[in-house]
């Protein structure tokens, strides 16, 4: 059975990981976007999604130890 601490700590990390990714994504690719390098906008549009698709990853673990736990 999963805990809530278990719970507690996919929700900070997916947090942590989603933002310090999306964040640095969005960052770079700003700054580069702004310099006049249109390829950064590559790594400016997938920023929030790439965010989410880290939590989305860390879930699916989560919910396959809960598979595991009932077999």
Do not use: C, F, Q
């Amino acid at each position: 059975m999963v805990t809530r601490e278990e719970i507690l700590i996919l929700g900070l990390t997916a947090g942590v990981v989603g933002s310090l990714v999306g964040g640095l994504m969005l960052g770079v690719g700003l700054g580069l976007a702004v310099n006049g390098a249109h390829i950064g906008w590559l790594l400016v549009l997938p920023a929030a999604p790439v965010a989410g698709l880290l939590g989305y990853v860390l879930a699916r673990k989560l919910a396959r130890k809960l598979d595991d736990g009932r077999a």
